[in-house]
């Protein structure tokens, strides 16, 4: 045996033959013992010995990576650092130069590092076999149901990486502290019209993984709005803590990320609730870059899917899509696609709407835990009371989704809300998330079959209003209506006009864009487009449809008539010259303008 020293304390001691065959400890250093002629002669690989500690399997819930941690003492008795080195890493055992310097220098053979590398894995002893979760939520483990994160004293070891490290559980919630989340159901620290719908996407997080099984996963991103001052990213921080310890100034991602190093983030956090903060553009780059960052972000939650990514060797990877559910917080709704904003679902936040009194007294609760606490509770309740049966489970949420869907499409047609073919989804899913925290709360005594029936009102009546609020920013959005508005700015204000067609020829000016009648514009197209552009550009818009694109979305929405396929038609103008024209329809303008166009519809695919 060979006594080690380190930093002036006994190391262990090394036991020479701590390798199975071939490899042995002779003098503190790594030997291979070699056949030569008639005798077994030992050579010498490494002057350090170092050995298997355990073997670690990274399972990130698509992939499953082997890592090994390694340690190590060198001849002059420096216990060297332990290393988790990946597969990959021990083939070529490049890292120990990389990692261990001038110690970690190998003899100058053939083959030698690989023959370190088989003495490591030839370690004797106990080695330890390790998984390590990089993913967090629900996995069937050995045939049961575990929530994944973590957790002092858990069993299972969960691994998140640089600001995703705030999500922790601590300890399960007593029943005495659920009266706090039953409060938060009342006009608390902010109004029932911002605290029922964050509450609601916060309870759906945990379900987010039967849902999917459902066939019926959340598709949309929770929008917290509101002025610099009004706390948003404070409260979102808050409902973050249902996971974690979080303020306003650690949230897990903003928009100074890139759309990148979001969707990688956002894949490993798995039935739990993150938000992106801070949509606050300053400048027409900055604003163009963080609209491009929330049409992804609406993408990625709205259809749930990731990147197609290519490995080195021009393979194809797993996809990593969102699997959990996301906030995101900004000074303004970001103005995307029509269909990207009817991914979001906006809460308005007013400037005095959060109360900071009372809010401290539930950041308190967060820093001391209770709020995660709470949700545990909620997790462990759910697994007990549905997880025994799963299909059962999965069934019943299927149903109520669909329940809940055709109630709200009802309700929207009914009350004359303009709505996008999204919306009866959207709010499906939040009502879920609402009626299992509710009857949650019922459970555990907390509130009485009256007061679930209350706020089950009440939430209805929130949502139905912003998804009305919401109806006029879609719309809004849409770029044939905001074509139709420049259009009218431009001729209202002069700065551009149009001919009335059949009068005398008359010197057409630069601003001329078109012809007219009492029924159509009979507009160029070239020009036009051109000029709606540099409107939008002077007003610090982005306008980026092209002609034909634009043409072909007027024409699909019975703006642009034509009798041909082409969406342009042949005309004479009044110097009786043949011009190729888009020919739009007046009276469909107005009704698009003044927002009658877009009326409801059963029909929601």
């Avoid at 670690?56 to 340690?71: A, L, N, P, S, W």
């Avoid at 938000?275 to 609406?298: L, R, T, V, W, Y």
């Avoid at 609020?469 to 508005?485: K, S, V």
């Avoid at 000029?531 to 007003?539: D, G, H």
Wanted: proline share 3%; charged share 25%.
């Amino acid at each position: 045996m060979s006594e080690i020293m380190t930093e002036g304390k006994k190391a262990k001691l090394i036991d020479e033959t701590v390798y199975n065959d071939p490899y042995v400890v002779k003098s503190n250093c790594l030997y291979e013992m070699v056949q030569v002629k008639d005798q077994v002669v030992p050579m010498k690989l490494a002057d350090f010995v170092p050995t298997l500690i355990s073997e670690i399997t990274r399972d990130d819930g698509t992939e499953q990576k082997k890592m090994f941690k390694v340690g190590a003492v060198h001849k002059s008795g420096i216990k060297l650092s332990e290393q988790i080195v990946s597969a990959d890493e021990m083939q070529n055992m490049k890292w120990l130069l990389n990692r261990w310097g001038a110690l970690g220098a190998a003899q100058p053979k053939q083959n030698v590092l690989s023959k370190i590398c088989h003495a490591i894995m030839l370690t004797k002893g106990e080695v330890k076999f390790e998984t390590m979760y990089l993913q967090t939520g629900w996995k069937k483990i050995n045939g049961e149901y575990v929530f994944l994160m973590p957790t002092q004293n858990s069993p299972f070891t969960v691994e998140l990486q640089g600001k995703l490290k705030n999500y922790s559980f601590t300890e399960k919630g007593s029943q005495e502290d659920l009266i706090y989340l039953s409060a938060m159901l009342e006009n608390s620290f902010a109004p029932q019209c911002v605290m029922l719908p964050l509450l609601a996407v916060t309870f759906l997080c945990p379900l987010n993984h039967f849902l999917k099984s459902a066939g019926c996963e959340p598709k949309f991103v929770t929008a917290l709005i509101g002025k610099t001052g009004s706390r948003k990213s404070t409260l979102a921080a808050l409902f973050l803590s249902f996971f974690g310890k979080f303020s306003a100034s650690d949230l897990p991602m903003s928009f100074h990320d890139t759309a990148n190093s979001i969707l990688s983030n956002i894949y490993y956090l798995k039935d739990v609730l993150t938000c992106i903060d801070d949509f606050h553009p300053s400048g027409m780059f900055h604003e163009q870059e963080m609209k491009s960052i929330a049409q992804n972000i609406s993408r990625y939650y709205g259809d749930r899917i990731g990147r197609a990514r290519l490995n080195s060797k021009a393979e194809l990877q797993s996809s990593k899509p969102p699997t959990g559910n996301a906030i995101i917080t900004a000074e303004y709704t970001p103005e995307i696609s029509v269909s990207g904003s009817a991914r979001y679902f906006n809460i308005e936040l007013n400037e005095n709407d959060v109360q900071l009194d009372d809010l401290s007294e539930y950041q308190q609760l967060a820093n001391d835990g209770v709020l995660c606490g709470i949700m545990q509770s909620y997790i462990e309740w759910i697994k007990n009371v549905y997880l025994d049966d799963e299909s059962a489970f999965v069934k019943t949420l299927e149903d109520v989704f669909l329940k809940y869907r055709k109630f709200y499409l009802d309700r929207l047609c009914a009350n004359r809300i303009k709505f996008h073919n999204r919306t009866p989804d959207m709010l499906a899913h939040l009502k879920i998330g609402f009626a299992f925290l509710l009857v949650f709360l019922k459970s555990k005594n907390q509130i009485n079959k009256s007061e679930l029936d209350k706020f089950e009102k009440v939430f209805d009546e929130i949502v139905l209003k912003a998804v009305s609020a919401n109806a006029e920013i879609i719309e809004l959005e849409n770029p044939t209506t905001r074509f139709c508005e420049k259009l009218k700015s431009l001729l209202d204000s002069g700065r551009c006009y149009v001919e009335t067609k059949g009068l005398d020829s008359t010197p057409r000016q630069r601003n001329c864009i078109g012809l007219q009648d009492d029924e159509h514009y009979y507009l160029f197209a070239d020009t036009t487009h051109s000029e709606v552009r540099k409107l939008c550009a002077e007003q610090g818009e982005h306008f980026s449809i092209s002609k034909n694109e634009l043409l072909r979305q007027l024409r699909k929405e019975g703006l642009l008539l034509s009798r041909t396929s082409r969406n342009t038609v042949s005309v004479r103008d009044n110097s009786n010259t043949v011009v190729n024209v888009a020919m739009l329809n007046k009276l469909k303008m107005e009704e698009r303008l003044s927002g009658d166009l877009y009326r409801p519809t059963a029909e929601v695919g």
